[in-house]
């Protein structure tokens, strides 16, 4: 949007818009916007701002533009880990209007995967089934409704999928307690279901981890835009389910993967997950049986190869 006429300029896309709405409307725009625009009267200047941000659970100044641009792309490609040849639909839950579904489309997600945006806020899912509708020809969005504390998966159950994939990003983090019907929803949708989370959630994995010299969110973490209290229970909830209900694998943990901005709260973690098959010992459930010490950089485990073959992502679209 040009800043003197309020207008829209041209080659200003929808999904840009959105962006810089949702970016000017927080205080992370208010931190990351600036950064791009530090020399007054030439417009934007995006290597000249510098934000300190988090990769892999360090303290590094970067151009803005490099921290907010590497954390939009390690999202999507993060996910891509988790979608198998086999994989028929993509869920996100928390998706607002859609913005994580539509990276997974300008990276290439195949088109004969189903993708499901699911999200609580009425106007967003209202905004995700109007750039669905007009902007979105290759693929099949549906737009659902959903309340974290009452999860209700229904109509991507009654589809009858073999393998699912489910992404939250960011989202879970704005639920203090997350119930167990959540992962037991997740559970449902198919004999097969791969899960990954990226959320700020490291300050419950780092002593679990043995990794506690990596930097992040703190004890009891809050929301620094709001004050509000963030998630509290996602990691030891997973861990019930993986350890005394033997319901699912942990693959990967990640306790502080990156953060686009310069705060310690939205620090965001990586953990990877699937439906239980067999009598299997998932390489994050076997390290925690270890004494082995946590690794300074990098993941704990991986994707899922024994899963099947991952998918190639097949294009980028610009």
């Not at 939009?72 to 028929?88: F, N, Q, R």
């Not at 499901?116 to 669905?132: I, W």
């Not at 589809?159 to 989202?171: A, F, N, W």
């Not at 809050?222 to 996602?234: E, I, P």
Request: aromatic share 10%; net charge neutral.
């Amino acid at each position: 949007m040009d800043p003197s006429t309020k207008r829209i300029r041209k080659g200003m896309t929808l999904i840009r818009f959105q962006n810089n709405i949702q970016l000017s409307q927080c205080d992370a725009g208010g931190k990351l916007y600036p950064s791009f625009t530090t020399k007054p009267g030439v417009g934007a200047t995006p290597g000249s701002g510098y934000l300190t941000a988090t990769v892999d659970g360090r303290r590094i100044p970067l151009p803005g533009v490099f921290a907010f641009g590497g954390y939009k792309l390690l999202l999507p490609y993060t996910v891509s880990g988790s979608i198998y040849a086999d994989t028929e639909a993509l869920v996100e839950t928390g998706c607002g209007y859609g913005r994580n579904i539509y990276d997974m489309i300008n990276i290439g997600i195949d088109t004969d995967i189903d993708l499901y945006c699911m999200e609580f806020v009425d106007s967003a899912r209202n905004t995700a089934r109007l750039v669905s509708k007009f902007l979105i020809s290759t693929h099949s969005v549906t737009v659902l409704p959903i309340d974290y504390r009452f999860p209700d998966f229904s109509v991507i159950l009654a589809k009858g999928y073999k393998r699912v994939t489910v992404m939250t990003m960011t989202s879970i983090e704005q639920v203090p307690e997350v119930p167990h019907a959540l992962v037991d929803g997740m559970l449902s949708l198919a004999p097969k279901v791969d899960v990954v989370h990226i959320e700020p959630i490291g300050w419950q994995m780092r002593d679990d981890l043995r990794t506690p010299a990596r930097q992040g969110a703190q004890r009891h973490n809050v929301d620094g835009s709001t004050g509000a209290q963030t998630n509290q229970n996602l990691w030891p909830l997973l861990l019930q389910f993986a350890y005394q209900q033997n319901k699912i694998v942990i693959d990967e943990a990640q306790p502080e993967m990156m953060t686009w901005g310069w705060s310690l709260w939205g620090v965001y973690s990586l953990v990877r997950w699937h439906k239980r098959q067999g009598n299997e010992i998932g390489k994050v459930q076997a390290f925690l049986n270890s004494s082995t010490p946590g690794p300074d950089t990098g993941s704990i485990g991986g994707p899922w190869l024994e899963g099947g073959s991952i998918r190639p992502m097949r294009k980028i679209i610009n």
